[in-house]
Structure formats: C-alpha cells, structure tokens
C-alpha cells in the first residue's frame, strides 16, 4: 500500500470483546438442543462466520430449510440470556480508537452480531461514542468468509477499498477482506493461531488492541495516516461510493 489510509474497519467478537468462547458455548447448546453433534473446538474453529455459515457445518443439509431459523432463534436468545452478560471489552479498546481518531481517520465496525449484540459490545468496549459507522449482519446477505459485510461498512464510509484497513481476529475475517480487496491486519486476542491469520491474508500481526496502538506508528495503519501523510482527515472519497462485486 502506497496511499492514504482513511478509515479503519474493526471485526468486533475476538477483536475488540473477549467473547469467542462464548459464543461457541452458545452455538453447542443450540446444536446439540437440536439433536445434532457439536465439538466445542470444531465449533469455536468456526466463530468469526455468522450463522448461516456456521449451521451448514453441524446440521445436514435435508434438515437445514426446517429448522435453521429456530435454530437460529434459540442461540441468539441463549447467548443474550445466558452468555452476553459475560462479555468484556479487550484492554485499551478505547485508547486505540481514540488515537485513530486523533491521527484523522475515521473508524468503522463490521460484525456478523446481530444490531442487539454489537450494541452491547460497544459499551463493553466503552467506544458507544467512538464509532463514525457500523455494519451488523442485517447489512449482509451473506457472512463471513463473503465480503458483503466489509463491503457495506466501505458503501457507508464512501471509500475505496485502497483508502481502508481491516483489523480483525480470524482467518473468516483476513478472507473476507481479502475478498473485498481491503488489507487486514490479524489480532491473537481471538484466540486463532498467527500461521492461520497470515495464510488467511493478515499483512501484520499483533497481541490485541493495546498492542496495536503501542506499535501504532509503526503499523500499517500508523505509516499511512492521514496525520503521517499530511492530508486531510479521513472525509468520504472523491471518487464517491465504491462499486464492487461479489
């Protein structure tokens, strides 16, 4: 990357919340409270995709048009019962979205959540008034590894996708901004390994969020701000929305 960077796009389960774990918990009870075997590694391996990727995986396919929506209905009340109250935002959270903010760009978060959970995790985070646009998964029609939901939060921030980084934990999310031309740099706050994250497409590695602003200027982020640049902050694109394929 050669330009100005102008906004950052965050994943927010694993990335910015500690609730990786807790999400597969979920996703196991609901499977299994269904009939079906669900392995918890095999399960948490799969937490970054949004349901409709993660049932095809545990649920037969004959079964699938029957009861995917009630399946999907028991785990979303299951985790906002019994699971959400646990989650907590990663360290710093704030810090870093407040020295992106400083260096002029502006910030965006696109999660496969529901818009309950990610509202949520923003106060977990504490950044419910540090965030310019976000993406839940009623903006997508497919979830990750698909690109649409990185492609909708660039629609809303009115960028290219060469004016735009992804941070995120997963290789669902290093595919799915692969895929929607965007870089992605990889955090290990997941819980995934770093080999998957750069074989998924990760430029640039790092712990967590606290890490990441501690390495800002450095980062791929950081070498291509607009504050590092000189350049305006980071205004929707002159060249206006972006247009891309699936």
Do not use: N
């Amino acid at each position: 990357m050669t330009g100005i960077i102008r906004a950052v796009i965050f994943d927010v389960d694993g990335t910015l919340v500690d609730s990786v774990d807790l999400h597969a918990h979920a996703w196991v009870e609901a499977i299994r409270h269904f009939g079906y075997h669900a392995d918890f590694d095999e399960v948490r391996s799969q937490i970054g995709k949004g349901g409709d990727q993660i049932m095809p995986i545990f649920v037969p396919q004959k079964d699938l048009d029957r009861i995917q929506d009630a399946m999907d209905h028991f785990r979303h009340d299951l985790f906002a019962r019994k699971y959400m109250p646990k989650v907590k935002g990663f360290r710093r959270v704030r810090g870093l979205f407040q020295h992106l903010h400083a260096d002029g760009l502006r910030i965006a978060l696109a999660s496969s959540a529901k818009g309950d959970e990610l509202e949520h995790y923003k106060q977990a985070a504490e950044i419910e008034d540090l965030v310019d646009v976000e993406t839940s998964s009623d903006d997508a029609d497919k979830s990750k590894p698909h690109p649409d939901i990185f492609q909708a939060a660039l629609e809303k921030l009115g960028l290219q996708p060469d004016e735009a980084v992804v941070v995120g934990d997963s290789p669902w999310d290093a595919k799915a901004a692969t895929r929607a031309g965007l870089p992605v740099l990889g955090v290990l706050c997941g819980g995934f390994a770093e080999q998957d994250l750069r074989r998924a497409g990760c430029a640039e590695i790092y712990r967590d969020p606290e890490d990441l602003q501690r390495r800002f200027a450095s980062s791929l982020i950081g070498r291509h701000s607009p504050k590092t640049l000189g350049a305006q902050p980071g205004r929707p694109s002159a060249r206006g929305p972006s247009r891309m394929g699936t």
